[in-house]
């Protein structure tokens, strides 16, 4: 408990991104997000996922799923191409509906898109883009 740091919020955020820099599991976070979609982690994960699918089905639902790209690094060289492939892969091979918005975002740079250059998270332009895409993803696959 660090009562300076939460007697400021100015303070608690230097303090928060001075422990997440100086932690190497924070720090790495997306290559092990990337590496997530290979070998074993991945082969069990998939089971998961098709666990939901039956489940949904089981209850009269249909699963439908839609994949944000990480937004912070967008660009021309957008690391995560492979984990949206593979995901469209699995999802076609489970009889998913799948709304990949990859190509909708690849025009903008990050910080059009994100909250700021600290927090990845979508801002109100990238939801915006993404409600008009599902929008019309959702109402195509409800019929």
Request: glycine letters at 4%; charged letters at 20%.
């Amino acid at each position: 408990n660090n009562c300076f740091a939460e007697a400021s919020y100015y303070i608690d955020i230097m303090y928060h991104h001075y422990k997440a820099y100086n932690n190497p599991y924070i720090n790495n976070y997306f290559h092990f997000v990337k590496k997530g979609y290979e070998g074993l982690p991945w082969e069990k994960q998939k089971k998961r996922l098709t666990a939901l699918r039956d489940l949904v089905n089981s209850h009269g639902g249909k699963l439908q799923v839609v994949t944000f790209p990480l937004l912070h690094a967008m660009g021309s060289q957008y690391e995560y191409k492979s984990v949206h492939d593979e995901l469209c892969r699995f999802w076609d091979q489970q009889g998913v509906a799948h709304l990949d918005l990859l190509s909708e975002y690849s025009n903008f740079a990050p910080g059009k898109i994100t909250v700021n250059r600290y927090d990845a998270h979508p801002n109100e332009l990238a939801h915006a883009i993404a409600a008009k895409k599902m929008d019309v993803f959702l109402s195509a696959n409800m019929k």
